[in-house]
């Protein structure tokens, strides 16, 4: 069977009881998280909503985006979802709490790179607790009546919705992507963690040597006599690298025809290189 | 299902159909690559396709998530050669098994186009002419005629 389609939904309807602010609003560097958590998700699925409270209808942060209301009041999480696939009951949905500053697209794009279609859900495994997380999860459309009946029988615990669902589950690449926010305190160090991170410097800024590995492929191969060396470079980007080893290794082709690898996955010219990574420069390809 | 794998050995489409069998398709839709004799005026002897394994598999398998997820086939599987290969020689096999016979010709077209421009597999043609060249590359180089330093930083070189 084909996969379905895979829709996005924030779930911004909770009352935020401990927080006694709107989660949806508070603010991370200049940007709510509303907006921040909408940015990720967008780009990686094929429509994107926001899952609200029938008494939002009108809020302007919210209806900045398509929205989908609770249908049942006052049911929390499960609410929102049950709504969701209530509305497009063929499509798959990428749920995502509001309240998870330090989620990346990594994150998301494990989630669906490894989404197990045939069964009900695909979930995180919590780095704290073992358990499924429901709150960054995949419902498939065959959980809909499991959301049903668990909302029928007064059922309201995510969690345990989740646990009543054949899961596929995954460990987190990343262990605090979904750390969540639920006090003022938590709000603050978030806010602190998230602020120093972004000011400080690229991980080879400040002038060190990087331990790389490079792998050549196809032409790039024939040119650089090799293929593959360990080196140690000052460069920092794999733009930088590329520079380099076109001196070193006599490499002719242009950087603009090329594409780079890091990590066996495509990867970003101007990306800050880590230690230990492995670049690969991919000539035009040729297959079929 | 969707898979896609490369193979260093003949491709053998016979196993690789049984894959596709399922009961709720009615159609089936395959595409066979093969080595051809010339290319862009040249007559061509044989090549080599050279691949990235583990992202060639990865880009591949999201080209096959990607064409059940726009035409709704059921399966999808791409085979693709690697090594030495002669002329005639299968290259690259793609089938695709749906409900009906449109989605099944639209996604392995699809498939095809995409693994063509996207997976990251090169291929090395050896000419008559005792020539022979990496295709798509020939024509990548910085021009000759401009001095190297041209498109330095300014950096002192080794």
Partial sequence: ?288 | MNRFSLHDTLLQPELLRAELQDPTCGGYAAFEGWVRDHNDGRTVLRLEYEAFGPLAVREGERILTEARQRFGVARARCAHRVGPLAIGDLAVWVAVSAAHRGEAFDACRYIIDEVKHRVPIWKKEYYLDGDSGWVNCERCAVAPSQPHRAHGSGQGRA
Wanted: overall charge negative.
């Fill in chain 1, 1 to 288: 069977m084909s996969a379905p389609e895979l829709y996005g939904l924030l779930l911004t309807g909770g009352r935020s009881r401990r927080m006694q602010r709107d989660k949806a609003s508070l603010d991370y560097a200049g940007k709510s998280q509303l907006a921040r958590a909408m940015e990720l998700l967008t780009p990686l699925v094929a429509r994107c909503f926001v899952s609200i409270r029938s008494d939002q209808l009108h809020d302007p942060y919210r209806a900045a985006y398509d929205t989908i209301a609770d249908i049942k009041p006052d049911l929390g999480p499960i609410g929102g979802i049950h709504a969701a696939l209530h509305t497009y009951p063929e499509r798959a949905w990428l749920i995502l709490a509001c309240d998870l500053p330090f989620l990346d697209r990594a994150t998301l794009q494990h989630l669906i790179a490894h989404r197990a279609s045939e069964r009900m859900a695909t979930a995180f495994r919590s780095s704290s607790d073992g358990l499924p997380e429901p709150l960054c999860a995949i419902f498939e459309p065959r959980s809909r009546q499991i959301i049903e009946q668990a909302l029928l029988q007064g059922q309201q615990c995510p969690r345990s919705l989740l646990s009543r669902c054949d899961v596929e589950l995954l460990q987190l690449p990343n262990p605090r992507a979904l750390d969540n926010v639920n006090t003022g305190e938590e709000y603050a160090a978030a806010q602190a963690a998230l602020a120093a991170a972004a000011a400080a410097p690229a991980p080879n800024d400040s002038g060190g040597v990087l331990r790389l590995n490079v792998r050549y492929f196809a032409v790039l191969r024939e040119q650089a006599g090799r293929s593959a060396e360990q080196l140690e470079t000052h460069a920092s980007t794999p733009r930088e690298l590329y520079e380099e080893l076109r001196r070193r290794r006599g490499l002719t082709l242009a950087p603009e025809f090329l594409r780079v690898a890091v990590n066996d996955e495509f990867g970003d010219w101007r990306a800050p290189l880590a230690d230990g990574d492995t670049v690969v420069f991919l000539p035009p390809v040729a297959g079929g």
